[in-house]
């Protein structure tokens, strides 16, 4: 007799009092605190970012790494921010502490695994954004990044649950979010998109995280949310980890983006090669 699934509640009662959980740095929360005043300035940044000296030196790797192009030109936090002006720097600043923080373990997947599938979607989202000429190709690097942070919250608090959606996906031969889905009411987009609102990011972020799956809801940032789905397929087959489903060509979304799949196959070399540095610059063994 099948067993029937473990329960996770509701979207909002799975997301309620997660800040011992999964939540914002403190280092970044300062930054945003900076961000919202309007006396604060290049200085101010600066000394927020470098109070750690770990995540500093981070984040200049990043920034003179071949994905953002500055090429060993920036070499203190306040000649980044004048190169690349605080909108781009709070997003990296946002996505690197919140992978240093984020390190919980589980029995799910290790964290490891979890985060070099997040980078190469970052890594491949960023691209293709180069590619189509999209506005911010940084900014959806660190979506990219982040997109999947909602399943380390069902790892933590629901194991089980987690567990069942797994073995659901293997079972139907489908993706895991579908899963997810049938077993939550939801999946790890929604949670995310629901973390997201609740951190006070930038409507961007949780309507492209929220949407990813199913872009054609979203009116305001659907290429960004398309070309964050086809960044996330191809993440789950080049990074499988708990993912058990290989999303066809025919299931990518190419059309919807305008994207040929001889571009799309020629662009891998580089998304694997720049995913690589990342993963060493970004992931603490």
């Not at 927020?48 to 070499?75: A, E, R």
Request: hydrophobic share 45%; charged share 20%; proline share 5%.
């Amino acid at each position: 007799m099948e067993q029937p699934a473990p329960k996770v509640g509701s979207l909002e009662e799975l997301t309620a009092n997660t800040a011992s959980l999964i939540s914002l740095p403190e280092i970044y929360l300062k930054f945003k605190q900076l961000m919202d005043d309007e006396a604060s300035d290049i200085q101010d940044f600066a000394r927020v970012v470098t109070m750690d000296p770990n995540l500093t030196g981070v984040v200049l790797k990043v920034i003179n790494s071949p994905l953002y192009g500055f090429s060993g030109q920036i070499h203190a936090i306040d000649r980044a921010i004048n190169l690349m002006g605080l909108g781009q720097l709070h997003d990296l600043v946002l996505a690197l502490s919140a992978v240093d923080a984020i390190r919980i373990g589980n029995d799910i997947e290790q964290i490891k695994t979890f985060w070099q599938r997040s980078i190469y979607c970052g890594v491949m989202a960023r691209l293709l954004a180069q590619h189509l000429n999209l506005r911010d190709p940084a900014g959806l690097f660190v979506i990219g990044l982040l997109h999947e942070i909602g399943r380390i919250l069902v790892f933590i608090k629901h194991p089980e649950a987690a567990r069942a959606a797994i073995i659901d996906a293997r079972q139907h031969a489908c993706p895991l979010a579908s899963s997810e889905g049938r077993i939550f009411g939801y999946h790890y987009g929604d949670i995310g998109a629901q973390l997201m609102a609740d951190w006070n990011l930038p409507v961007k972020f949780h309507t492209v995280i929220g949407l990813h799956l199913d872009p054609i809801r979203s009116s305001e940032h659907y290429a960004e949310a398309a070309l964050l789905g086809l960044s996330h397929k191809m993440a789950t087959f080049a990074r499988p980890g708990i993912e058990p489903y290989h999303y066809t060509e025919g299931e990518l979304g190419l059309d919807h983006l305008k994207i040929d799949a001889a571009d799309l196959e020629a662009l891998l070399p580089e998304v694997e090669k720049l995913s690589i540095e990342m993963e060493s610059m970004i992931i603490k063994n």
